[in-house]
């Protein structure tokens, strides 16, 4: 077997064993075949290497200049590898097993203040045709409302918005369901848009003999509903109508400010955790270090004792 053959099968593996999600899969599909292309170099294939060929490989990744973050995931996928390799009895060992990997850094995420939310929503409302400021003020709705991942909102199934729910059942990486409540303007945004969003759906039925899409934001694309990257783009222009710095302003930056803000009115952290669907809560504990620096400012800013003289 080719080592080709062997990534394909890993990689077959993790979506059948494991439910690894499409990204995920094509991350590591990317990360092992540069790792075998840099064996291939070397006139080795993968399942010859030992742990100091891939601690070489490591450092050919600093050399190069990749990041702590790129290179922590590259190692993480080749530990994958062999542990399924060896599982699999292709290797009497796993030489990846005892190889420690550059420690990633905890960068603050970005976030955005309540003003700057306020802004983008009154854009998304005032912006572009009549059907198009519905659907963008459902968006931008609801991903304040919930937090929700970019994949998670564009691929929200229409039943899920039917019967004007308090609640959404969000499907979430690798599978695992959760709840996420509501807003009334998320409500209302999205009862504005079903309206909308029905009524073309069923136009196009009518004069295709297409059945109506399964999906909240459908689009005509191969993936039967609006891309991440066509979002992304969406939030940018609504960034720069805002007078929002556009760099700023993500998708996922957003997720971070619905955590934020929830935790600087008095959220509970495990709460937050379950709204965002972290499997840690280590994962959440970030957010009360942007906390942190806001109240050391308000402090700094307004204690009396702060004001020298």
């Not at 196009?204 to 609006?226: E, V």
Request: glycine residues 8%; aromatic residues 6%.
């Amino acid at each position: 077997m080719k080592d080709a053959q062997r990534i394909a099968t890993f990689l077959e593996a993790q979506a059948a064993e494991l439910d690894a999600a499409q990204n995920t899969r094509l991350a590591y599909a990317r990360d092992l075949t540069d790792f075998s292309g840099w064996l291939d170099g070397r006139g080795m294939p993968l399942l010859q290497a030992a742990q100091g060929d891939i601690e070489a490989y490591l450092v050919s990744l600093d050399a190069n200049g990749l990041s702590r973050a790129t290179r922590a995931r590259r190692l993480s996928a080749v530990r994958q590898f062999y542990r399924f390799a060896f599982e699999e009895g292709w290797r009497t060992d796993n030489p990846a097993l005892r190889i420690k990997g550059p420690k990633r850094e905890k960068a603050l995420p970005k976030t955005l203040t309540e003003d700057e939310v306020d802004r983008l929503l009154t854009a998304a409302r005032e912006m572009g045709r009549a059907n198009d400021r519905v659907r963008n003020t459902c968006l931008m709705e609801v991903l304040y409302a919930t937090g929700m991942r970019v994949s998670e909102l564009v691929g929200l199934p229409v039943q899920a918005a039917r019967g004007d729910p308090r609640m959404l059942l969000v499907r979430g990486k690798g599978g695992k369901e959760r709840m996420v409540p509501l807003s009334p303007p998320a409500r209302q945004a999205m009862r504005d848009w079903l309206d909308i969003r029905d009524a073309a759906e069923d136009r196009a039925a009518k004069k295709t003999g297409k059945s109506a899409s399964r999906f909240l934001f459908p689009s005509s694309g191969k993936s039967g509903h609006l891309t991440r990257h066509r979002f992304y783009m969406l939030i940018k222009d609504l960034a720069v109508g805002a007078g929002v710095t556009p760099s700023k302003v993500t998708p996922h930056t957003l997720r971070h400010a619905f955590a934020t803000h929830l935790l600087a009115r008095g959220a509970d952290l495990r709460a937050i955790q379950t709204l965002l669907g972290h499997a840690d809560v280590a994962t959440t504990e970030i957010y009360t270090h942007v906390l942190e620096d806001r109240l050391k400012e308000l402090v700094l800013d307004h204690h009396p004792l702060s004001r020298v003289g």
